[in-house]
Each structure stands twice: as C-alpha cells, then as structure tokens.
C-alpha cells in the first residue's frame, strides 16, 4: 500500500512538473520577447521559411500578416522582409520586384533606422548587374545615382555610409574606364575635340580614377595634335589666299594657346600624381614644349602613394575568371578618399573649341557689347503719324543745325567721365587719400621691392628672406626626386611581392 501511494505521489509531480513546463512562454532571438500573438507566429514562420530557401511560402505569410494585422508591431519588419525574400531569390524579375518593395519601404517608414538599409540595397541591386566598362553602363549610371542618395540622405548611419562609398569608388572607376575608352576612341581617329570634350569631364568627376595619368597624358597628346593640324594650315597671303588658311597671327595665337592647354594638362599628372608611370613622361613633354616644370610637393606624394597602395593587383587566374564573368573588375579602384557626389558641368567639344579660338584671337565676352542710340525727333502729336527713321528730322526757323528744343534731351547719352582726367584745382576732395611726408620722401628715396612669387618657385632658386624665416610647412614644402623615386620604388616591390604569390 505504501509503494502504491509514493508511486502515485511520484507521478503526480511529474504531471505538476509537465504542465509547468508547457505553459512557459518561448523566447523568439528576433523579437527578444516572450510572446504567443499570433503576428509573431506568423512572423517566426516567414522568417523559418526564408531561412529553408522557400521563399514563396515566406512570401505569402508575411502577406497574411500584412493583411490580416494591419496594426501589428511587425508591419514594418514584415515588408522589408518581403523585400529581402526577393532579394535573396535573385534573378533579374526578382531584383526588379525587391528594389520595388524596398521603395515602397522607404516610401511608407522614412524616419526607421531600415530605410538606410533599404536604400544600400537598391543600390546594392543595380551593383550587382553592372557590366564590363565596354559595354551597357545603364546599371552602373544607376548604382551611381543610388549611393549617392544613401550617402547624402543618411550621414547619421556611418557603418552603410562607409560602405557605400566604397562600393561608389568602384562604380566610378567602371564609369571612368569607359570614359577613357571612349577619349582614347576619338583621339586615335583624330576627333581631338571630341577627345578633349571626354577626357576633361573625366579628369575632372573622376579623380581618384586608375589611370587618371594616362587620361592627362591622352589629353596632352590631343592638344598637341592640334597644334600639330594649326602648323600644318596654310598661312592666308592677301596677293593670293587660299581656301582654308588662317592669318598668321591668329595661327601664332592659336598655337602658344594650345601649347598653354597641353603643358596646363602635364604639369597636372606632375603635381597631383607625382608616384603614377606617366610622370617622368610629363616631364619630357614640357621639355619638349619649352615649358617650365613643375615639382610636387611632399603631401602631394603622399597622398598619392596613399591612393596606389590602396589599389589590388590582380593574379593571372583572377585575370582570367575576369575575361569569362560578366561582371567589371574593380580590384584597381581605390580604397581611400571620397567619391565625387556632385557631377560637375560636363565639357562640350564645341564649347571648348570655340572657347580656344575665342581666347586665341584675343576676344572676350565684353567685346560684344550693344549700344543703343535714341531718337530725338520729339514726341509725335495725338494724331500725328508715327515718326520713320528715314523721314528727315523737322528744322526750327530753317537752319537745319538749330535743336527744336532748347531744354536738354533727357534720353540723351552722355559720355562719362574718364576715370584718370585730373580734377581742376580747388576744393580738395575729403575723399581723396594723400600720401604723408614721410611716405613721400621715403618712396622717392627707396625703390619699390618687388612682387613675391607664391605660386611659382624654380629650381635652384634660393628661396626669399620672409620664406626663410617662417617655420616651413612639411605639406606644403616641395618633394625632391628622392622622395618620388622611393615612392615608385616601394609601389613596384608590392606588385613583384603580389606576382610572387
């Protein structure tokens, strides 16, 4: 009797123990709260769904928890959600149907900490679909639009923001590669304002671009192709001109401004990308030119060095898994710096061409002004005939050189005074600043210093007693061949270390 009453008491506090354990509520780690709603049933079964790849099944929970429970907490996770299933399935209808879905997100919940994360993945979408430089760039015009608009309209979220601008680098160096293709297309068929029209707009979005050297050395060369055409033009001869010449002052005009614009393009890859392959080039052109050149300095090399090592290299396979994916290779965009977020006005190939000309030939945009002469014929009668300009104008008592009115004319243009006429003696102007006695005698006695260069130092010029006294600056002091060649000389042992493997 006493086994059967400690046998029954036993089983009793196991069911005790049982049923305390199915009342206790689970603990769901995407909510991280206990909870039996049924949203959150709906919830956890969409996201199991997601995580087996069954997306469909995903996809239609998260619409019956959307639909049937219009205010739930989870609304806002359950549509990004949706937008995640089409996400992860791929495929381009898939793609199209998530970036939809995260607009919609973005759209309806603005101001939730997933609208960032939302619009990286917009751009994300387009990222993924770009190709090669060579070809369609629609994607990649779009994955551009795209991060920017993440960086601009969420600067409170740094960990997307960062990796926006990283991808944004490399969506830039595919953009500025097909711009160098096309630049490169003009100037081997001779379309050298073409060319220039290209390569400026790229020099000047794209300056973190890989062969940012290359497309100045390009750009020097077209210029230089041009002056190449000008010399060869005939000269005009008033006896006996010939179709297609040019005054032969103009043509001296033309080529010291071309010649100008070329070294303008060398003396660039000098200063801003002194480390790069196409600096010793530079240099050999404006020799070439007769053109002074430039010298870098010590921040200028650094922060191109920076640039360099922040570039991958990339082995033969991975060269050749390149040629065979559809995707671009970006292993060479740089990793330091900031995007350009901001397009700048892109060049025209007219504009820029008449603009030579116009400054070759000496014009400017204030030689054009209009003059406007006005009438005075008087004011014609209530039925008098509006008054011609070529009637004769009405004379007083015949003489044809006497004024109808003696009153001046209001409408008349008067010249005005000349700014250095010296004024007549008398009442000094209080306005007028007279230099002291001193000052006279000293500036009699002492001749005038001259002006300081600031921009310009030669080598071998020794630099001027203010220069000498202030403390020098390292970002600004000049770098000497030293530095640039050690800079190189690091950046070729990276790619032998990286060949090596």
Known sequence: MSRRVSFIAILTTLLIVTAACSNKKSVNPLANVGSKQPDKVLFD???????????????????????????SEFIARAKLAVGDSWYAEGGTASLAQAEQEYRDFETFFPNMPEAAEAQLKIANIQYQQMEKADRDSTHAQRAEDEY?????????????????????????????????????????????PASIARLKTLVEKYPLYSRADEALFLLGQN?????????????????????????????ANMVEELTREAAGAYSQIITRYPVMERGEDAKK???????????????????????????????????????????????????????????????????DSGATAMRAMGLGAGDHSVTVEASKGGTPGANAPAPRSDSPVPVANGDPFARLNTAPDPNELKPATPANELKPSGTPDPDE?????????????????????????????????SSATAAPDASSSLASDKDISSSKKKKKKGIKKILSF
């Not at 079964?45 to 619409?63: C, E, P, W």
């Open 285 to 351: 052109r404006l020799a070439a030119l007769h053109q002074p050149i430039p010298r870098p300095t010590k921040a200028a090399v650094a922060l191109n060095q920076k640039e360099e090592d922040s570039r991958r290299e990339n082995t033969t396979l991975t060269n050749l898994i390149n040629v065979l994916k559809k995707g671009p290779d970006v292993a060479m965009a740089a990793k330091v710096g900031d995007p350009t977020l901001v397009d700048p006005t892109p060049v025209a190939a007219s504009k």
């Open 223 to 251: 210029y230089e192709g041009q002056i190449a055409q000008m010399r060869a033009r005939p000269t005009c001869v008033k006896t006996s001109p010939r179709p297609g010449c040019v005054g032969e002052q103009i043509k």
């Open 45 to 71: 079964k969409a996201m199991d769904a997601m995580k087996h790849n069954r997306f469909d099944v995903a996809r239609m929970t998260l619409q019956t928890l959307i639909n049937t429970y219009p205010d």
């Open 433 to 465: 600043l007279t230099p002291t006695a001193d000052a006279q005698s000293s500036a009699s006695s002492q001749p005038l210093p001259p002006p300081v260069q600031v921009n310009e130092i030669q080598q071998g010029q020794p630099a001027s007693s």
């Open 148 to 192: 920017r608009n993440l960086i601009m309209q969420y600067p409170d979220n740094p960990k997307l923001v960062k990796e926006g601008k990283e991808r944004l680098l490399e969506v830039q160096e595919v953009l500025a590669e097909r711009e160098f293709d096309i630049g490169k297309f003009y100037y081997l068929r001779l379309s050298y």
